[in-house]
């Protein structure tokens, strides 16, 4: 799986938008870009993957850039509860293999 | 759906004893299960591979006879620490695979004290 870059931490306004960097300069053409986040002491929660096309759920959004060497995860109005860890994590869709965590970004959402 | 239930939340042992974690898939079949192991203000790391009907493959340092899992079913995999240490005070999280359509669920961890 390739390697991927984090800031350790942002800050963030609540109400703003949180926009969260992830490098993976070594990422393969079949290689996806999945965000979790982990907020403290619970489980991983998965948010929202893509190939190259950027996405949105309900939770957020993936911005891909052209050359998918970089992505941003964007919170579009950020609340307390949305800080968090965020993990980005590169890898093959379909492989049976573990999912392997960085250190992500510590997101703090201030009052 | 996609539930993964991770019981107990957390526990509280004394050294020398054991320490049973259940990880249990609610509305899916799992035959690939993770478990991942998480100290203060650190990331998770992988410790073993969970396959059913299969033995456990570990990450390098785990112990086998330490950490004993067992995956007898599509739907539960459990991870026994065995004669417990301080150390192996913890925050364990299992994960399981939705193959059928492909994603990662988590538990909500287990955090282990060992006193």
């Known amino acids: 799986d390739a390697k991927t870059t984090q800031p350790p931490s942002m800050d963030c306004a609540e109400g703003r938008a949180a926009n969260l960097p992830c490098n993976h300069s070594?990422?393969?053409?079949?290689?996806?870009v999945y965000w979790y986040r982990q907020i403290h002491s619970q489980g991983p929660q998965y948010i929202i993957h893509?190939?190259?096309n950027n996405e949105t759920n309900e939770m957020a959004s993936l911005i891909i850039t052209e050359d998918r060497k970089s992505s941003t995860l964007i919170l579009p109005h950020a609340t307390l509860r949305d800080t968090a860890v965020y993990y980005c994590?590169?890898?093959?869709?379909?492989?049976?293999?573990?999912?392997?965590f960085g250190s992500g970004t510590q997101l703090t959402v201030l009052p | 759906g996609a539930v993964v239930s991770q019981h107990p939340s957390r526990v509280i042992c004394k050294s020398g004893t054991s320490v049973k974690i259940e990880c249990r898939s609610l509305?899916?079949?799992?035959?690939?299960m993770f478990w991942y192991r998480q100290f203060p203000k650190k990331s998770l790391m992988l410790m073993a591979t969970?396959?059913?009907?299969?033995?456990?493959?570990?990450e390098q340092g785990v112990e086998k006879d330490k950490f004993l899992i067992n995956h007898a079913s599509l739907t539960l995999s459990t991870l026994t620490v065995t004669s417990a240490h301080p150390e192996d005070s913890s925050f364990y999280i299992c994960?399981?695979?939705?193959?059928?359509?492909?994603?990662?669920?988590f538990g909500s961890g287990t955090r282990l004290t060992v006193v």
């Open positions: 070594t990422i393969s053409g079949n290689e996806y």
């Open positions: 509305d899916f079949q799992a035959t690939t």
């Open positions: 994590i590169v890898r093959v869709s379909g492989s049976a293999r573990q999912l392997t």
């Open positions: 969970s396959n059913e009907g299969s033995k456990a493959t570990y």
């Open positions: 994960s399981a695979l939705r193959q059928e359509a492909w994603g990662y669920t």
């Open positions: 893509g190939l190259k």
